[in-house]
């Protein structure tokens, strides 16, 4: 079994900054990529930063300049650092590890159970 525990989410004014955690724990040998993806009400679930363990990066078009992913890989933690956040931004966010239990090859995904981060105008 594996965890991925978040925290780090709240309510902010537009203009503001947040900073997400995502610590992943129990049966890992190695984390081939984390990212944190977020939904709007009553919209879909969509990426908004993926890191891999070469420690590239991509984002979203709509968060890039603002928002920065990095990694602790002794840690097993992932953060988001949002800045300039637009009521748009509002949302449950999502964090997404891709995990190895096994120096086999195969590799699972597991999903954080979500913090809300709300972005008021």
């Known amino acids: 079994q594996v965890q991925l525990v978040e925290s780090g989410g709240g309510l902010v004014q537009a203009g503001g900054s947040l900073r997400l955690s995502c610590t992943a724990s129990g049966r890992i040998f190695s984390i081939n990529a984390m990212a944190w993806y977020r939904q709007a009400p009553g919209k879909q679930r969509e990426l908004v930063a993926r890191?891999?363990?070469?420690?590239?990066?991509n984002y979203a078009d709509s968060v890039k300049g603002r928002f920065t992913i990095s990694r602790d890989n002794a840690k097993n933690t992932v953060y988001l650092q949002m800045n300039s956040l637009k009521p748009e931004d509002t949302g449950v966010y999502y964090c997404?590890?891709?995990?190895?239990?096994?120096?086999?090859?195969?590799?699972?995904?597991?999903w954080g159970q979500g913090t809300q981060v709300t972005v008021s105008s």
């Open positions: 997404n590890a891709v995990i190895s239990y096994y120096d086999d090859g195969k590799t699972y995904s597991w």
């Open positions: 890191t891999t363990s070469g420690s590239s990066t």
